[in-house]
Nanobody, 123 residues
C-alpha cells in the first residue's frame, strides 16, 4: 500500500522560509516523478514544481522561480521543497504527489497524493 505524507508546514512571516518534506512508502521511489501542488482557499489546485526520477531535472511555475527549490533523496524515499522569500500569496495547502516515469504538470496525471500540509504566510 502506497503512503505519501507531507510535513513541515506552518505559519511564517512574509520574507521568511520553510522547508517541506514528503516521505513516500510502498512504491519504488526512484521510479516516480515527484511533484508539489498547492491549493489556496477558493482556488483550484495548481502545479508548483516537479523533479525527475534521478533529480537531474526540475520545473517550476513562474511565480516561484528563484524562490523555491525542489530536491529528492532516493535513499530516504523523500522529496523536499525549500521555500524562501515567502509571500502572502504563497499561502495554501501544499500537496506532494507521485507519478510513474514521465513528467507532467497536470494534477490528474499523478497517482498518489498526500493529505497536504498548511503553509500560511502573514504580512
Amino acid at each position: 500500500q502506497v503512503h505519501v505524507e507531507e510535513s513541515g508546514g506552518g505559519l511564517v512571516q512574509a520574507g521568511g522560509s520553510l522547508r517541506l518534506s514528503c516521505a513516500a512508502s510502498g512504491l519504488t521511489f526512484s521510479n516516480y516523478v515527484m511533484g508539489w501542488f498547492r491549493q489556496a482557499p477558493g482556488k483550484e489546485r495548481e502545479f508548483v514544481t516537479y523533479i525527475s526520477r534521478s533529480g537531474a531535472l526540475t520545473t517550476y511555475v513562474d511565480s516561484v522561480k528563484g524562490r523555491f527549490t525542489i530536491s529528492r533523496d532516493n535513499a530516504r524515499n523523500t522529496v523536499y521543497l525549500q521555500m524562501n522569500s515567502l509571500k502572502t500569496e504563497d499561502t495554501a495547502v501544499y500537496y506532494c504527489a507521485a507519478k510513474s516515469w514521465s513528467y507532467s504538470t497536470r494534477a490528474d496525471d499523478y497517482s498518489y497524493w498526500g493529505q497536504g500540509t498548511q503553509v500560511t504566510v502573514s504580512s
